[in-house]
């Protein structure tokens, strides 16, 4: 069965704290892909970062960076120098293999408060 | 258009009411879902088109849920004589291409959040 865990519902920090949400993610299929989506106030989701299963590589972008442990199925997100604009609900997603299209499984979703 | 649209954004309906919901996906995106995100809760897959055939429908909750795509762009997800658990944001998301590789980015839409009395 595939499953995604965000444990800690709800986040908050003072603007240029560092912050990590957490994500842990159950799967048997060796080839999968996880990914990061930020929901704003205005409801749609917005991609933020794509992993395969054989990349554990971390990876930065500007304020952001990801780390993705396999040994214990992680892949944390933290924000570096957080900004009120970071205030969001984030999700994690595990996307697996399908015949026909690749069924997404998200976690219940972390809710960031940054605070001037 | 730019992004994928939805509509209507709000929907309130009294319990028994049909209700539509429709999506205006990504133009020339293949691949088109449908998910359902109830209150503090990540989104859960119902329906998954590509082109205008329905490849796979096993999230729709009931066979109150019907959704469609005749022409391969405009999908609508509807909804019959709605009860009251059906409260919840609908959203629909597009990707370029078919597939099942697992690498295929979604495009969310903003959602038709919808509200049962």
């Known amino acids: 069965a595939q499953k995604v865990t965000q444990a800690q519902t709800e986040i908050s920090v003072v603007e240029k704290e560092d912050v990590t949400l957490d994500c842990v993610y159950e799967?048997?299929?060796?080839?999968?892909?996880l990914f990061w989506y930020k929901q704003p106030p205005s409801g749609e989701l917005v991609f933020l970062i794509r992993?395969?299963?054989?990349?554990?590589q971390n990876e930065i972008s500007g304020r952001y960076s990801w780390n993705f442990q396999k040994s214990t199925s992680s892949f944390n997100f933290t924000i570096t120098a957080s900004q009120v604009v970071d205030s969001a609900v984030y999700f994690c997603?595990?996307?697996?293999?399908?015949?026909?299209?690749?069924?997404?499984?998200f976690g219940s979703g972390t809710k960031l408060n940054v605070k001037p | 258009g730019a992004g994928v649209s939805q509509s209507p954004r709000y929907k309130v309906a009294k319990r028994g009411q049909d209700v539509a919901l429709r999506c205006d996906p990504i133009?020339?995106?293949?691949?088109l879902f449908w998910y359902q995100q109830a209150l503090g809760q990540g989104p859960e897959f119902l329906t998954y088109?590509?082109?205008?055939?329905?490849?796979?429908k096993s999230g729709l909750p009931s066979d109150r849920f019907f959704a469609e795509r005749p022409e391969g762009s405009v999908s609508t997800l509807k909804i019959q004589r709605t009860q009251q658990e059906d409260s919840a944001v609908y959203l629909c998301?597009?990707?370029?291409?078919?597939?099942?590789?697992?690498?295929?980015?979604?495009?969310f839409g903003a959602g038709s959040r919808l509200t049962v009395l």
């Open positions: 997603a595990l996307s697996v293999p399908g015949y026909n299209f690749n069924k997404f499984y």
């Open positions: 133009s020339g995106h293949v691949s």
């Open positions: 799967t048997r299929d060796t080839t999968y892909y």
């Open positions: 998301a597009s990707s370029l291409r078919t597939g099942g590789s697992g690498a295929n980015v979604l495009t």
């Open positions: 088109f590509q082109n205008e055939a329905q490849l796979d």
């Open positions: 992993r395969n299963s054989f990349d554990e």
